[in-house]
Structures are given as C-alpha cells and as structure tokens.
C-alpha cells in the first residue's frame, strides 16, 4: 500500500501562486497531480516518470511546474500565472509501472485525497 498525503491549496487570487505538495510512503516510479471540477472528468496536470520524462496538459504549459525528490518520496506542483478556470479539486496519484509520462488516470494506482485550490478574480 502507498498512502498520498496532499497540502499546501487554498484560495488566491488570479494572477496569484501556490505551491502544492505531496508526501508519499514510499518511493513509486509514477507521480503526478490531476484535478477535477464540479460536474467534469478528472483532468491530468502534471506528471513526472521517475527522474526526467516529464508531461503537461495543454491548459497549465508554461504556468505549472512539476519537480520530485525521490530521496524524500514527494512531489510538489509550482502553479504560477493562476486563473479562475485553475479552481478544482487537485489529487496527488502515483503508481508503479513505467508507461511513459503518461496524463491518463488509468495509469496511476495510489490516489490522495486532494486538496482544494480556489481562484478568483
């Protein structure tokens, strides 16, 4: 079993950052951030495959920035340039197999239990 352990949402305005962070129990080959809004599909934002393949969804490129450290087992999501349409609740996922920097959830086994990320204008 991995547990997932999200922090670090809140509410900022647009324009504004957050940092989140994601503590995991051991080290997985997979990790990454998705989030899902009211009434949507969960989205992937980021994914990170071991220490280079790298991937993001079209809609946070050059806003986002995902990084891990495999000695502490975490990853963090660094969301610069914040927009309205960012509001959702995002999850940390990680999993086991190599498939490349892949933003399917199918992909990821271990799920956190998300954290919530509000942005106004």
């Known amino acids: 079993q991995v547990q997932l352990v999200e922090s670090g949402g809140g509410s900022v305005q647009a324009g504004g950052s957050l940092r989140l962070s994601c503590s995991a129990s051991?080290?997985?080959?997979?990790m990454g951030w998705f989030r899902q809004a009211p009434g949507k599909e969960r989205e992937g934002v980021a994914v990170?495959?071991?220490?280079?393949?790298?991937r993001y969804s079209d809609s946070v490129e050059g806003r986002f920035t995902i990084s891990r450290d495999n000695a502490k087992n975490t990853v963090s999501l660094q969301m610069d340039d914040l927009k309205p349409e960012d509001t959702a609740m995002y999850y940390c996922?990680?999993?086991?197999?190599?498939?490349?920097?892949?933003?399917?959830?199918?992909?990821?086994?271990?799920w956190g239990q998300g954290t919530q990320v509000t942005v106004s204008s």
């Open positions: 996922a990680a999993g086991d197999a190599w498939v490349g920097p892949s933003l399917r959830p199918s992909d990821f086994t271990y």
């Open positions: 990170v495959v071991r220490d280079s393949g790298l």
């Open positions: 051991r080290y997985t080959y997979i």
